[in-house]
């Protein structure tokens, strides 16, 4: 049980472009969704968490104009990187917590390459 | 600053040698969660402490919550090539709150 998927495991854009990558939690019901930066060999950065039906609360230095967030069911939500730019390449991993849960399971993450 | 500091960074061992990770801080976590991650994927969990002065045995894995709920231990017995990853405590301030990763630390074993 307890399993995450996201779609593109992988992509490749333009810059200037905007691209969605969907998280989805298969087999559970999904109160909450984060999302998360990873930088090489580094620790998870998280960008927001989205609570299902209500607005993304965004950290502190995320730009939610830029990183839109849509958490519309409880088993799906998709995030945005609108007009991407290089320095927007980077590993996205999403993650959903069950209701009355503590525990958060990841899915296997999103490579996106702006070229 | 990260609020919890995982130590070592990096570790590297031969296969049948024990291995210790540590995560500390000096905030009080209502629950702590230990993953793995491997390159290219995302991490996988691999247990939770909620009770101050909790020990969780998997397999060769045992985990332990301090008493004060404020730090962490992850001990590897026999080490083998598959346990090979990157180790992330991440621990919750508040029960349905965001958690804070440690920096994790690289665990090589060689065969």
């Known amino acids: 049980g307890a399993v995450v998927s996201q779609h593109p495991s992988r992509v490749i854009c333009k810059s200037g472009t905007s691209v969605k990558i969907e998280c989805r939690s298969l087999?559970?019901?999904?109160?909450?969704m984060f999302w998360y930066r990873q930088f090489p060999k580094k620790s998870l950065m998280l960008m927001a968490t989205?609570?299902?039906?209500?607005?993304?609360?965004?950290e502190q230095g995320v730009e939610k104009d830029k990183f839109l967030i849509n958490h519309a069911s409880l088993t799906l939500s998709t995030l945005t990187v609108t007009s991407a730019h290089p320095e927007d390449s980077s590993f996205y991993i999403c993650?959903?917590?069950?209701?009355?849960?503590?525990?958060?399971?990841f899915g296997p993450g999103t490579r996106l390459t702006v070229t | 600053t990260q609020l919890l500091e995982q130590s070592p960074q990096f570790l590297s061992i031969q296969e049948g040698e024990n291995l210790t990770v540590y995560c500390n801080s000096s905030?009080?976590?209502?629950?702590l969660q230990w993953y793995r991650q491997e390159p290219g994927e995302g991490p996988v969990l691999l247990v939770t402490?909620?009770?101050?002065?909790e020990v969780k045995k998997l397999k060769r894995l045992t985990f332990q919550f301090g008493d004060a709920r404020k730090d962490s231990s992850l001990h590897i017995t026999a080490a083998q090539p598959g346990d090979t990853g990157l180790y992330l405590c991440?621990?919750?301030?508040?029960?349905?709150?965001?958690?804070?990763f440690g920096a994790g630390t690289q665990v090589v074993v060689t065969p």
């Open positions: 402490v909620v009770t101050g002065g």
């Open positions: 905030s009080v976590f209502s629950s």
């Open positions: 087999d559970f019901q999904a109160t909450t």
């Open positions: 993650s959903a917590r069950g209701v009355g849960r503590y525990e958060q399971y």
């Open positions: 991440a621990g919750a301030l508040d029960s349905w709150g965001k958690l804070q």
């Open positions: 989205s609570n299902e039906g209500s607005k993304a609360t965004y």
